[in-house]
């Protein structure tokens, strides 16, 4: 006698579909300079929206090191400055909608752009924050240990002292050099997991896991040039930070602009 088992197997129309990972392009030295090229015309096409977010990123940059000062904290000044520009891809998310929408000539106002992180909460960009910001808690809480080992009995009860014992004593050097190693390979990690991330989860449906690791396929099928758009980002960011952080009012703007048109050279179309 044989039993027959209804309901085992489910209809094919509801057997879940697994998503195809996104198909990473090879990029030149070209598509880099197509793409500073593209973010700058996106920068002048909407120069006063564009500025806003670099004039907000300088504007919380400065009131983060006043508080900084407020607090005493002397000792986080510096590794704050630094790692600064690690949150900036969550910064410019803003920017990237503006590019998107610019490129296939939507209309768009001040509402639709503000809003973009909330409008995408269901692509899952709060976990991409998540991720930014506790590669930077990462980042100040080692240097808070170096700072602890190496120069445990330099005095920073005011920032000419801080400077003194970083800057002009071997401890200080020490620090500099360990700390230096310790930045770049967050820098690196973060880099690799979000240049083209963030874009990606903006562009569409995806979760956060499969961007990242597109991400990181972009970059390590492209090391030498990804890594150049990592050296003109670093060098670029902390030039600005030079002149009361004013400078970002212009790059910030134009660095996101030019991502999101990288990030459509290094990744295929949807279905592409």
């Known amino acids: 006698m044989t ?13 879940p579909q697994r998503q195809a990972m996104p198909r990473v392009n090879q990029v030149t030295a070209a598509d880099i300079t197509a793409s500073l090229k593209a973010g700058f015309s996106d920068f002048l096409a909407r120069p006063f929206m564009s500025g806003f ?8 940059g400065l009131l983060f090191v006043w508080s900084l000062v407020w607090l005493g904290k002397i000792w986080m000044i510096i590794p704050a400055i ?3 520009p690690l949150v900036a891809p969550f910064a ?33 960009m709060g976990w991409m924050a998540f991720v930014t910001l506790f590669i930077f808690w990462v980042w100040v809480y080692q240097i808070r240990l170096l700072l602890a080992i190496i120069l445990k009995d330099a005095s920073f ?3 000419d002292g801080f400077l003194n014992a970083v800057f002009f004593t071997p401890q200080g050097w020490t620090f500099l050099v360990i700390g230096t190693c310790v930045g770049a390979l967050l820098s690196a990690v973060l880099f ?15 979760n956060f896991v499969s961007a990242m690791l597109t991400s990181i396929r972009v970059v390590t099928q492209n090391p030498v040039v990804m890594l150049s758009w990592a050296a003109i980002i670093s060098v670029t960011m902390l030039l600005s930070l030079v002149p009361a952080f004013l400078g970002l009012i212009f790059t910030l703007p134009i660095l996101g602009h030019t991502t999101w048109h990288l990030y459509r050279r290094a990744v295929s179309p949807a279905g592409g």
């Open 3 to 15: 039993s027959k088992t209804t309901g085992s197997t489910p209809p094919d129309n509801l057997t």
């Open 192 to 206: 690799a997991v979000t240049v083209v991330a963030m874009p990606l989860l903006l562009d569409r449906e995806t």
């Open 157 to 159: 009860s005011d920032f």
């Open 82 to 84: 630094v790692g600064f």
């Open 53 to 60: 977010f670099g004039l907000f990123y300088a504007v919380f």
């Open 92 to 124: 410019a998310a803003g920017l990237y909608e503006m590019s998107r929408r610019l490129e296939k000539a939507e209309s768009f106002g001040w509402s639709e752009i503000l809003t973009v992180m909330t409008n995408q909460s269901k692509r899952e």
